[in-house]
């Protein structure tokens, strides 16, 4: 924990997550200097700040990237990269894919509370189709973006659901997920009291353990996340893929870039 006072609404999820997290690195017994946590932009990207550990709050939606420059740089260290849905599933889509892919050894916790917070309330990936807002009459019609089916179409090795009102499951949820080799993927209903009051109450009432039990079997796990409504909470899905070990680039020394780029 660091001396950094949270900025976040009182009441806000995030600050149970950030409990959760603590409780986590408590229970791994990881000192500060061997973690890191990156984060974008948004709400739930403050994250960083409030923790001892090494910290980046980069660019919106480019936490992956970033977490996994640094993994390759220093695979001694445990990253975590938190996010939150709009920053996470719109505009660093294209790198949540592609993490989920590539399969490093990364904890991705994503703060899901179905808005952008930050910038006060319009709908994000996540948002029911028909939340009706002054900022988008009628609600947007969209369907929302399904972050755990395109987890696990992706290649994502681990596959969780937590809740905010579960400080308690939340902390196991990212003890487990980062003793999980490979890139592990938390998402954790969060809810955003200040523009989504609705949720708090709400998702209390909806939330449940996952009525099935977890599974290593992707077709299983895809049968059961496709008809998932959004509130199975625990591990979903935990796969035996290994985590990808960059090759060793025996021919691009030095020499190489010399010749290879000499002008
Ligand atoms: Fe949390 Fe919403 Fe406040 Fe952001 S705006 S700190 S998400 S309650």
């Known amino acids: ?87 996470g599933f719109s505009i660093g889509g294209n790198h949540f894919l592609h993490a989920c892919r590539r399969n490093l050894d990364l904890t991705y916790i994503v703060m899901d509370n179905r808005i952008y917070g930050m910038t006060k309330g319009q709908p994000s990936p996540t948002t029911e189709s028909d939340w009706d807002t002054a900022i988008a009459p009628g609600g947007t019609g969209l369907s929302p973006f399904h972050p755990l089916v395109i987890a696990l179409a992706s290649g994502a090795n681990f596959i969780a659901r937590g809740f905010t009102g579960d400080v308690g499951g939340c902390a196991k949820l990212i003890v487990d ?58 591990v979903l899905y935990r796969g035996k893929r290994l985590p990808y070990q960059p090759r060793p680039s025996a021919n691009l020394t030095p020499s190489h870039f010399e010749s290879e780029f000499a002008i």
């Open 1 to 87: 924990k660091s001396a950094v006072k949270p900025v976040w609404c009182p009441g806000c999820g995030d600050h149970s997550v950030l409990v959760a997290f603590q409780r986590a690195m408590a229970e791994l017994a990881l000192p500060p200097e061997q973690v890191a946590v990156v984060s974008g932009i948004g709400c739930s990207s403050r994250i960083p700040s409030y923790t001892s550990c090494y910290g980046f709050h980069g660019v919106h939606g480019r936490a992956l990237a970033v977490a996994s420059g640094l993994k390759v740089a220093r695979p001694d260290l445990t990253v975590v990269v938190a996010s939150g849905d709009g920053d």
């Open 177 to 234: 997920a980062v003793r999980t080799p490979g890139f592990s993927f938390v998402q954790i209903l969060s809810p955003c009291v200040t523009f989504r009051s609705d949720q708090q109450k709400a998702w209390k009432s909806l939330v449940r353990e996952a009525i099935v039990p977890e599974t290593d079997d992707p077709a299983r796990a895809a049968r059961r996340l496709m008809t998932d409504d959004g509130f199975n909470l625990g």
